[in-house]
């Protein structure tokens, strides 16, 4: 897989740009002057991100993903990834019969509910789940492959199905291991810093 350089990401007018950040040559960025990407982000091949999205820290965006924020907004949270085939909308059409559907007709003969999508940390979505608008996941929720989320969850807890259902908790080792990772992250980046030897006399 080939990654943007960082000039490339830097020309692209993200809202903000995080630290060693890889962007796939293959994915797609519609207004990215409202797309912010923490450090660490990964977005894989043929993904597609739009609207109003705030990626944070060590997220990851695997292939065949669609993030569609619209004007509400997709925020997902440190530590939370999204697997293979995944789509996340902030906005929907109503399929009612009711009203017209679909982009190329006038808003006014359509009816669409914009809500904002919130998935917290350490959440791991599994692929081709879809997740729709209005619905926030709290922090440490893992939803198994092929589910329809369509209600806000409980914190460490584990979703299946269509509709999504709780079907157990979840463990929350993981708390540990991110400060272990924090630390020793800290110490590279220190490392990695050049440093200034005093002027000699």
Not at 54 to 73: D, K, M, P, Y
Request: net charge neutral.
């Amino acid at each position: 897989m080939a990654y943007l350089p960082l000039d490339e990401l830097r020309a692209m007018g993200f809202r903000k740009l995080g630290r060693h950040v890889q962007v796939s040559t293959r994915a797609v960025f519609y207004e990215p002057h409202l797309i912010e990407l923490g450090d660490q982000v990964r977005i894989d091949d043929f993904c597609v991100i739009s609207g109003r999205v705030t990626l944070g820290r060590n997220v990851l965006i695997t292939v065949f993903c669609n993030v569609a924020g619209g004007q509400a907004g997709v925020s997902i949270d440190d530590f939370s990834g999204l697997a293979y085939g995944c789509h996340v909308f902030a906005q929907s059409e109503d399929f009612s019969g009711r009203y017209l559907n679909n982009s190329t007709l006038p808003r006014d003969l359509r009816l669409e509910t914009k809500k904002a999508v919130h998935i917290g940390r350490h959440c791991n979505i599994g692929t081709h789940c879809v997740i729709v608008p209005g619905v926030t996941l709290a922090e440490g929720t893992a939803v198994y492959a092929q589910s329809l989320v369509t209600k806000s969850t409980q914190p460490w807890s584990i979703y299946f199905g269509v509709p999504a259902r709780r079907i157990k908790g979840r463990r929350k080792d993981m708390l540990a291991l991110e400060k272990q990772y924090l630390q020793q992250e800290g110490a590279s980046e220190a490392e990695s810093v050049e440093t200034v030897s005093p002027i000699q006399s």
